[in-house]
């Protein structure tokens, strides 16, 4: 059976989060159980329901802190430089967005990811809001 763990699901509405939440079951069964409630919440006639993985990489100051380390290890803890890098396991899941041409604008979407701590989750929120903006830029402050 899977393991079981703490995961954050977060709420991102335009460019800020909405909302957190603290989860404690499999991380694959809560992004199942996400996507069916986030079904009630998509209009089929304005958007796309979309369900993405995209595994972030985070960059954590070294020394890692025990505890930390704990968290991350099992995602495979790399050292570059004077950082470590980790390559964490997160999915996406856009119910309201539009296209301008090519490029797609997510509205509001669900991020869920194993929950590390704060910090992480804002570099991680960082980075998908930098992927979904044009100008790459930084929305929330660390």
């Not at 989860?23 to 079904?39: E, G, I, P, S």
């Not at 999915?91 to 090519?102: C, D, F, K, L, P």
Request: proline content about 5%; aromatic content about 8%.
């Amino acid at each position: 059976m899977p393991e079981e763990g703490e995961n954050v699901v977060v709420y991102v509405e335009g460019e800020s989060i909405a909302n957190k939440e603290v989860v404690k079951a499999n991380l694959v069964d809560t992004v199942k159980n996400y996507v069916k409630r986030l079904l009630d919440r998509w209009n089929p006639e304005e958007s796309d329901f979309i369900v993405l993985k995209v595994p972030q990489t985070i960059n954590l100051d070294l020394p890692l802190s025990k505890d930390l380390y704990k968290k991350v290890e099992k995602y495979g803890v790399k050292r570059v430089g004077n950082k470590a890098e980790v390559e964490i396991p997160t999915y996406e899941i856009i119910y309201s967005n539009r296209w301008m041409g090519e490029d797609m604008e997510a509205d509001k979407f669900v991020v869920i990811m194993p929950y590390i701590n704060d910090d992480i989750i804002n570099q991680v929120i960082n980075n998908i809001l930098s992927s979904l903006s044009p100008e790459g830029e930084e929305f929330l402050e660390e």
